[in-house]
């Protein structure tokens, strides 16, 4: 009776001390588990309607737009989040600052650069951007603000945006570069490099004594048109890009764009010089009455400016065209190019040097428009537009399907010209810039 009174006693003490560290373990570990429990429910049941907001924006997106190169853009997408990740483990200790004295800086940072400004008005006194691209930070101001000696320098590397197509731009550009070149001598600039928009002549000799090379403070230059001086070690072709000066938009690819029939052939919107080439392109349009199945809008004075009923016009000549009609205007490369291109409507090229120094087509034998044509613009080119009905005749027969693989080719290869000329752009700045920094 004893031992069996002491084996209950014994069990019941095991029972008490198995009770005393189960009730334990409740009160220090039961409470966060439930947090947790909690929170894992609160999130799944956040996420539904989450995941259905998602599929709700997917599919209106769907039935909006269609995406023609979802692959390449997924792929391009995990590279980015690649850069991104790397970006964040790396210090971001290279920052570079452009200045835009030059409309040609808008098509650089918001269509190259496909950065955005603030703020959105295009007549405010002062627009800036930044953004990160791997461990570069990238700031952009410009405006009528932006005055030598009235903003403050916030970087040791800039690139500075300038006009010198004409005598006045000139000038004013010079004034400029001086600023720069002294905040380089005063140790308040470390590196220099410039985008010049430049003469359509290729008469550029006044920017020869600001090149580092000669003695002056420009480490690289970036040059528009088919300038002899480029060699691809501190001068590098840039291209003319679109009329950011007229507002000319950042330009989206819809299924509309791609899909739809186009009313017309051909377009031309734009002036007709006395004499030229455009005489006789306006003169052969006539000829066959391939003008009626045209979008055809010529003036005989240029002007600057468009209002917003002109700016549509155009953008709906582009966007109800199949071929964009190009001829030379005092240089080869025109901002009609790349504006069709924006819209998926073929350019057609008048493929001729122009009067001027620029490239001599018997040296280098791409010229002109070396830049586009190495990177293999889909265009047709041609020498005379003598040309142009046989090519107009042979559009008369190409089936909407067939249109429709075109149009796709000629924005993918838009937005991989844009997207190599940033990486181009970046890989040549920071390159130059780093190893100097070095020596």
Request: aromatic share 14%.
């Given at each position: 009776m004893r031992l069996t009174r002491k084996r209950l006693c014994s069990i019941l003490i095991v029972l008490?001390?198995?009770f005393s560290i189960y009730a334990a373990y409740h009160v220090f570990f039961g409470r966060r588990r439930r947090t947790q429990d909690a929170s894992l429910r609160g999130l799944r049941k956040g996420a539904a309607p989450a995941r259905e907001r998602r599929g709700r924006e997917q599919s209106t997106l769907?039935?909006?737009?269609?995406?023609?190169?979802e692959e390449d853009e997924k792929s391009e997408q995990k590279h980015r989040l690649q850069i991104l990740s790397k970006s964040t483990k790396e210090k971001k200790d290279f920052h570079v600052q452009i200045w835009g004295k030059a409309a040609i800086g808008l098509y650089l940072w918001e269509h190259i650069f496909e950065g955005l400004l603030e703020p959105t008005d295009v007549t405010a006194q002062r627009r800036e951007g930044n953004l990160v691209v791997g461990r570069t930070h990238y700031s952009f101001i410009t405006g009528p603000a932006v005055v030598p000696g009235y903003f403050s320098v916030d970087e040791n590397n800039v690139v500075l945006v300038l006009n010198g197509r004409e005598k006045a731009k000139v000038f004013y550009a010079t004034q400029w570069l001086l600023y720069a070149q002294n905040l380089v001598q005063t140790q308040k600039l470390q590196?220099?490099?410039?985008?010049?928009?430049?003469?359509?002549?290729?008469?550029?000799?006044?920017?020869?004594?600001?090149?580092?090379?000669?003695?002056?403070s420009v480490e690289l230059l970036f040059i528009i048109y088919d300038s002899p001086w480029i060699n691809n070690m501190d001068v590098f072709q840039w291209p003319l890009g679109v009329t950011t000066y007229r507002n000319f938009p950042v330009v989206e690819a819809n299924w509309s764009m791609?899909?739809?029939?186009?009313?017309?052939?051909?377009?031309?919107?734009?002036?007709?010089?006395?004499?030229?080439?455009?005489?006789a392109l306006m003169n052969i349009l006539k000829q066959d009455g391939n003008d009626k199945l045209c979008w055809v809008s010529a003036r005989e004075q240029w002007q600057p400016q468009e209002t917003n009923e002109s700016l549509k016009n155009y953008q709906d000549a582009l966007r109800q065209s199949d071929l964009t009609l190009c001829p030379a205007g005092v240089n080869t490369e025109c901002y009609r190019i790349y504006e069709a291109c924006s819209y998926g409507s073929v350019p057609v090229v008048e493929?001729?040097?122009?009067?001027g120094s620029c490239g001599n087509s018997s040296v280098y034998h791409n010229a002109p428009l070396q830049l586009l044509k190495?990177?293999?613009?889909?265009?047709?080119?041609?020498?005379?537009?003598?040309?142009?009905p046989a090519i107009l005749e042979k559009e008369k027969t190409i089936i909407l399907q067939e249109k429709i693989q075109r149009r796709k080719r000629l924005l993918h290869w838009y937005q991989y010209f844009k997207a190599e000329l940033k990486m181009r752009f970046i890989n040549i700045v920071e390159s130059s810039f780093l190893k100097n920094n070095k020596g």
């Open positions: 008490y001390c198995l769907r039935s909006e737009e269609w995406n023609p190169w590196h220099l490099a410039v985008v010049l928009l430049g003469n359509e002549h290729c008469n550029n000799e006044w920017i020869n004594q600001f090149l580092k090379r000669n003695g002056g791609l899909h739809n029939e186009r009313p017309y052939l051909c377009n031309f919107v734009g002036t007709i010089y006395e004499n030229s080439s455009r005489q493929d001729v040097m122009t009067a190495s990177m293999n613009a889909p265009f047709i080119f041609i020498k005379n537009w003598k040309e142009l």
